[in-house]
């Protein structure tokens, strides 16, 4: 299972004071060098962290693989394919919500989805879709021509019995599997922690996971290299991938 690093909150705590430091890109640049397979930052409307310039600084500087997590919107469709992130994520956003709340609604927005997604790709970006773990969540992300599904992990993360847990291990593994079956890779994310990333690891069928707000928290105290080489031995061991 590899890695991608959410920066947002090194943003977030720079903007704190509205000064320059913790810079977000020296936060990346130290996350790629420390085994990250990616680079994850969310550009939201109100720019309450990661800013238009950070991205920019982003995109020059990351070479494994640059994700920008955006809403469905025309300014971010102009935005990503002026800068040409590898991949976008497309996630529901609401203004007053403190992270995203939940997986993209696709079946309301399906037609609109269709038409955001060509262009992207055809500025050679790939487009993901943040989604639940449901079946037809999966299946109209198929439909809608998307390349991957990042599975809504936030649930998971709130469980605290164990056969919730496993509940909703299988959950999240049956739709991974059927996701793969048809087509899709499959990336996982939100709520992942240095603890529930343990028993998650199993899921053979996630290539990745997105991880922000712990692993961030955690190199707040011991420095960003030791956070992203710890979650990287916790997701890896025992496990042949
Ligand atoms: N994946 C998506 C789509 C997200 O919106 C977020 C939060 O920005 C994450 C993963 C990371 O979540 P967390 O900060 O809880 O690790």
Redesign the pocket.
């Known amino acids: 299972m590899r890695l ?1 690093v ?1 920066i ?2 090194i943003a977030t705590l720079r903007n704190a004071r509205d000064e320059q430091q913790p810079d977000p890109v020296t936060a990346a640049a130290i996350a790629e060098l420390s085994g990250a397979s990616g680079i ?1 930052c ?1 550009l939201r409307e109100d720019r309450r962290h990661i800013r238009d310039r950070d991205l920019e600084r982003l995109r020059d500087i990351v070479t494994t693989k640059l994700d920008l ?1 955006m809403a469905m919107t025309e300014e971010m469709q102009h935005i990503a394919i002026r800068t040409k992130p590898e991949l976008i ?1 497309l ?1 529901p956003e609401k203004r007053r919500e403190l ?2 709340e939940g997986g993209f609604d696709i079946v309301s927005h399906f037609d609109r989805l269709v038409e955001f997604i060509k262009p992207v790709q055809d500025a050679g970006i790939e487009v993901s879709l ?1 989604i639940e773990p449901e079946k037809k969540a999966v299946a109209l992300a198929v439909e809608s021509g998307a390349d991957l599904v ?1 599975l ?3 649930p998971y ?1 709130l469980k605290k019995k164990n056969n919730e847990i496993e509940a909703e291990i299988n959950r999240i593994r049956t739709a991974a599997q059927f996701a793969r079956e048809s087509g899709l890779r499959v990336v ?6 240095y603890y529930n990333i343990v028993p998650f690891r199993i899921i053979e069928e996630i290539e990745e ?8 928290a955690r190199a707040s105290l011991v420095g960003m290299e030791t956070a992203v080489r710890e979650m990287l031995r916790l997701m890896n061991t025992g496990c042949d991938k």
């Open positions: 991608a959410n947002d909150h994850v969310h997590e994520t996630v992270t995203t943040f990042e809504h992990t936030g993360s996982a994310g939100h709520g992942l922690n996971v997105s991880i922000g707000h712990a692993l961030i």
